[in-house]
């Protein structure tokens, strides 16, 4: 967009990196909107992903964030004001190569969490190789609650949780701590000093060798990425068709709107 006086505008930056030691830290930085996945912070996160993955002098990768919440997941403005399949399919396949760039990223890729994570947010943690969270984190996968399904990001949660667990998070979008989300596998640790558990588990990897770390993950990964593959038309046709619906058109306004959807309501 070009201003009035002829400057080209700098779009707002949703995510910032820096690098030392080795270390790359991606951080989600755009608290106004509980760092939901808008179209902005996912391009901006995919092109911090891909700088890292460029970046000889880079050994990992540490993704975090500012304020209170980790991820809100998707963001419902944009999404309830869509019209049609196209743009909420491409939504969905943004978010899918999203998450697949970090199952496949060739450095190791570590979430430093110690907030609220919601919905999409669960994908995006899921997809880390190793996860720490904090005591203030808390976990729910609200998307029944709104109409939908956890569609796009169950090719990275359902691998990762423990399969009854799975079911009823999937079903109730009930919270859960961090103890909880270590128990069920969602996340790798829950200490109560992120800060110190990750400073030890930087130093261990540290001793991994750049190619030893890169093929490493590739074995770990090696079925996860093919289930993205094997499946990411599948569900990305599936949340296309659900944000499409008029079910969560309901469930997106009744959120926005801070009031019981529809059929809430009716169950009271």
Known sequence: MTGTTGETSTPERRVTTSTQGGIATVTLDSPHNRNALSDLLVT???????????????RAVVLTHTGGTFCAGADLSEASSSTGDDPVRARAEQLADLLRSIVAHPKPV????????????????????????????????????LGLAASVISLTVLPRVEPRAASRYFLTGEKFDAAEAARIGLVTSAPDDVAGALAALVAELGQGSPQ?????????????VARFDDQRERVAAQSASLFASDEALEGMTAFLQRRPPRWAADAQ
Do not use: W, Y
Request: glycine share 10%.
């Open 212 to 224: 030893g770390l890169r093929e490493s993950k590739a074995l770990v990964n090696h079925d996860l």
């Open 44 to 58: 901006q996160l995919s092109e911090a992903l891909a700088a890292a993955a460029e970046d000889d002098s880079v």
């Open 110 to 145: 570590i979430g430093r969490i110690d907030g609220h994570v919601r919905a999409g947010g669960m994908g995006l943690v899921a997809a880390c190789d190793i996860v720490l969270a904090g005591p203030s984190s808390t976990f729910a996968l609200t998307e029944s609650r």
